[in-house]
Structure formats: structure tokens, C-alpha cells
């Protein structure tokens, strides 16, 4: 059975709803491995399956916004960097889903393209939320405090980079394997149409 485009909205709004309450959960767990959570993940995948749609912009805001109202909130330089790294990860998935349209790149070549925003927007949440440290003031406003603060931050750096990618990697691939389950069940059902013929 085909769904309609409005049935087609509807289940992504619910995937995305069941990914929002997992990554806004993930926040309480896994503290002993600071920065490795999926909500980087879930903006990356929001923005690569939503599109244009420019609700989309909101999955990070939720998830931070009711993670933050019970861990409470912090300096607000520092809020902000984090609050917008997460949406330039919707915006690395919209870009992607859109490369991937022009390209008719495959699952490969779209999971490569997903490794390589998943990077590049740990490396942005690296560099923008140590800079907002030192705004923020636990480190002298300098360069030095800047390296200081960057050289504080690295420890954690491996955790974002792994979180990122290991999270970005299940959530695309477990979205391939859905594709691939869905034609492949079209394919049996046209088979099984009368007057079809089954495939030699």
C-alpha cells in the first residue's frame, strides 16, 4: 500500500517525535561519558529527513530546551553556541538531502556524505562552544585563555566525534534498512497481484 503524502508527513513527524524523546532522555544517561549522546545525531537526521520544512528547525530546540529545564540552564554566551551548533547540524542534513537528490547518490554515498557533515559539525561544536567558555569567563579573554580553553576542551573532543558519527551512522543506516524492507515488500506484493507473473 502507498502512502499519501500527508501519511508520508505524518510518519516522519512521528519517527522524529520518538527521536526527540530518546535524545532528550540520552542527556540523563551516559554521564560518565560527557558529550557522547545522539543529539547532534537526531538534528543531523532531522534535517536530512524533514527538508525544507521549516519545523524542522525546532527538533534541536525541543530536545535542548526540555533537557535544560530539568539540568538547568547555564551562562547564556555559552547556551547560545550550543543551541546553534544544533542547528547548523539540521542544516548539514538539509544540505545533504538535497546533494543527495541532485547526485541520485545510493545509501553509500549518502552515508559517506553523512560522515563527512557529522565531522564537520563536531568540529564546529568543538570550536564554538570553548570560544563561548572564554566569553562566558572561566578563562581570561585572550588568546591564551582561547588555547587554554581549547586544550581543556580535548579530552572531550573524542567523545563528540564518536557520539556524532556512531549515532548519525545507526540512525541513516537504520533508515536505508527500512527503505530497502519497504520495496522490498512492494516488490513481493506486485508479484503476488493477480495477472502478475512472478519474476524467473
Known sequence: MQLTANQ?????????GLLVAAAVSSRFW????PNFKPVMAVALYAGFLLGRRWW?????????????????FYEAVLMGSVYLSMLAAVAAGRVLAHRVDQQQRGPLGTLVGMGVASLLVSVLF??????????????????????????????FFRFTLAGDFLFSLLLFSSHFAVLAVASR??????CRAPGTSAPA
Open 8 to 16: 508520508k508527513v505524518a510518519f516522519k513527524l512521528g519517527v522524529v
Open 30 to 33: 551516559l554521564v560518565e561519558w
Open 56 to 72: 524542522t528547525w525546532l527538533v534541536p530546540v525541543l530536545i535542548l530546551l526540555l533537557s535544560d529545564l530539568f539540568i538547568g
Open 126 to 155: 568543538f570550536l564554538t562552544t570553548n570560544a563561548a567558555v572564554v566569553l562566558a569567563g572561566w578563562y581570561p579573554l585572550s588568546l591564551s585563555g582561547l588555547l587554554q580553553s581549547y586544550l581543556a576542551g580535548l579530552p
Open 185 to 190: 515488500r512492494r516488490s513481493l506484493a506486485r
